[in-house]
């Protein structure tokens, strides 16, 4: 597995969560990074992105405000903290990489890889 997603769960509305992308193959420093979601019966969508490096992010409007995407270098891992986690937000969810980007963007038409995503629910 080239990119695992991990860290989903169950999760009561107004509650937190953290996912977590590692790699085996890639330094995801090097990369940008894109979270995207899908939920049950839609389309997958973008969520947030985070440059290389320590560079900017971009966020769907639907998070923004409540989620962040951050790297731990040392671990070669990035984060999606999501707080005050809402029932629209239950979604499988799987990170990718852009090997060409140089910046933040939520199109996953030029997402090269992805990985296996992690089912979130929020639920009462």
């Known amino acids: 597995v080239q990119l695992q997603a991990s860290g989903g769960g169950l999760v009561q509305p107004g509650g937190s969560l953290r996912l977590s992308c590692t790699s085996s193959?890639?330094?995801?420093?090097?990369?940008?990074i894109g979270w995207f979601r899908q939920a049950p019966g839609r389309e997958r969508e973008g969520v947030a992105s985070k440059n290389r490096f320590d560079g900017g992010t971009d966020y769907a409007d639907s998070v923004k405000g409540r989620f962040t995407v951050s790297r731990d270098s040392s671990k070669n891992t990035v984060y999606l903290q999501m707080n005050n986690m809402q029932p629209e937000d239950t979604a499988v969810y799987y990170c990718?990489?852009?090997?060409?980007?140089?910046?933040?963007?939520?199109?996953?038409?030029?997402?090269?890889?992805w990985g296996q995503g992690t089912l979130v629910t929020v639920s009462s």
């Open positions: 990718a990489v852009d090997v060409s980007s140089r910046w933040p963007h939520l199109a996953q038409e030029y997402y090269d890889h």
């Open positions: 193959v890639y330094t995801l420093d090097d990369l940008v």
